[in-house]
């Protein structure tokens, strides 16, 4: 079935260690995003990336870092400059730059200990 | 600026009754996209519709509807006979066809049913 795979589901990390978040995705979607989820907070975007090898920020990009070296591959580095990186995160894609909607992935919840 | 407004933070209903979320936007393009998603307790998001700035047609699935009108710039979202299954965060989101490919979420509304 076609879709987005993120991993880890769980993910604990002690303060001032990087950490990577995959998110695979099998639909030939050219667009990818990730947004980062806090509790009231809605949905905010932390990276987009329209086409392999390019990405732009998004709202509050700081302290985090990606790649896209494959169509289907958009991994998110939350580094140790990430002040407050404990939040649930969220990859997407979707096959038109404006009219398409999002499919996300099940999601990752980072913990900072 | 765009911009998502969500103004209840919190629904509770009882099983049944018709509830209904509200979705307040604002753009200065006159070609854009309106979407609603719901995030079940599990915490995926699900895509419930697509609507655009041209289309004001209100739209029914089932039990959901939606009222789109441009001259109070809502995208209003009915559920009808709720039912415990409902219960779920929605969101609101809004796209614009000339700004960069940012989609931009409402705070969303956590909706509760109660049997």
């Known amino acids: 079935d076609g879709g987005i795979t993120q991993s880890p589901k769980y993910l604990f990390r002690k303060e001032g260690q990087n950490v990577t978040l995959s998110c695979e995705q099998n639909l030939n979607h050219d667009a990818m995003y990730w947004y980062r989820q806090d509790p009231g907070q809605g949905l905010r975007l932390i990276y987009y990336s329209q086409i392999v090898n390019d990405f732009q920020k998004g709202d509050i990009a700081e302290g985090y870092s990606v790649s896209r070296e494959k169509k289907e591959s958009f991994p998110l580095t939350v580094t140790s400059a990430q002040k407050n990186p404990t939040a649930f995160y969220l990859c997407a894609s979707r096959w038109d730059r404006t009219a398409g909607e999002l499919f996300f992935g099940e999601g990752s919840r980072l913990t900072v200990l | 600026a765009q911009k998502v407004t969500q103004a209840q933070t919190e629904i509770s209903v009882v099983e049944k009754e018709d509830v209904t979320l509200d979705c307040v936007y604002e753009?200065?393009?006159?070609?854009?996209?309106l979407f609603w998603y719901k995030q079940p307790p599990s915490g995926e998001l699900v895509f419930l519709i697509r609507?655009?700035?041209?289309?004001?047609q209100n739209e029914i699935s089932g039990r959901y509807s939606w009222n789109f009108q441009k001259s109070t710039s809502s995208f209003n979202f009915t559920i009808t006979a709720s039912q415990v299954v409902d219960s779920a965060v929605y969101f609101c989101?809004?796209?614009?066809?000339?700004?960069?490919?940012?989609?931009?979420f409402g705070k969303g509304t956590r909706l509760h049913i109660l049997p």
């Open positions: 753009t200065r393009d006159t070609t854009y996209y």
């Open positions: 609507r655009n700035s041209f289309d004001e």
């Open positions: 989101a809004l796209s614009e066809m000339n700004r960069d490919d940012k989609i931009i």
